[in-house]
């Protein structure tokens, strides 16, 4: 896989963990010529993810929002860049462009992008897969809802179809490879 998408957080005010997480992933991407596709925020780990991935010579494809250009929150690392018309555009960028997604930590948008990934594949738009990075647990409640939806009969065929979960560096690597 060589086009990878990353969902994360436009926050500067989380716990160092993930921003070193969210590097660490950057650096990675770079160093084994990938490319990077993320919303082009120059803020919160979506910066830390793209300067890393530039710094080790990733190419860089930013999917931006017109609120983000308003706000001047533009990257001025990006190699690409998609102008979209709101949220839901870019999310179908991305999705176009990406041919797997890592959500990294994040909030209700980091959640909207990982929902709509696997949303349109359970309906068969595509057959994309949603990796949950798991950094320190960050992921625990909504992988126990998840696993709610199926046994009540929630989900229409088995969800591990549509996402899987890494709870290391090591086990992320193994499955962008």
């Known amino acids: 896989m060589n086009k990878i998408a990353v969902f994360c957080s436009a926050s500067d005010h989380v716990a160092p963990v ?3 997480k969210a590097a660490e992933l950057g ?3 770079g160093q084994h010529n990938k490319w990077l596709i993320y919303g082009g925020s120059n803020t919160g780990l979506m910066d830390d993810v793209a300067r890393a991935a530039k710094e080790n010579g990733a190419m860089i ?4 929002p017109t609120k983000l250009e308003e706000r001047s929150m533009v990257s001025d690392l990006l190699d690409v860049t998609f102008r979209s018309v ?3 555009d870019r999310k179908d960028l991305m999705l176009q462009e990406a041919e797997v997604m890592v ?3 994040g909030g209700v948008g980091t959640l909207d992008e990982i929902f709509h990934v696997m949303a349109s594949a359970t309906i068969g738009y595509h057959d994309k897969k949603v990796i949950l990075y798991n950094v320190d647990g960050f992921w625990n409640e909504i992988i126990s809802f998840l696993d709610k ?9 088995p969800l591990c179809s549509v996402y899987t ?3 290391t560096f090591e086990e992320l690597t193994q499955l962008l490879k």
């Open 18 to 20: 993930f921003h070193e």
């Open 103 to 105: 959500a990294l930590p």
């Open 149 to 157: 939806l199926e046994a009540m009969n929630f989900a229409h065929r």
């Open 61 to 64: 494809m930013g999917v931006v």
């Open 27 to 29: 650096a990675w991407l």
């Open 86 to 88: 709101n949220l839901s």
């Open 165 to 167: 979960v890494a709870n």
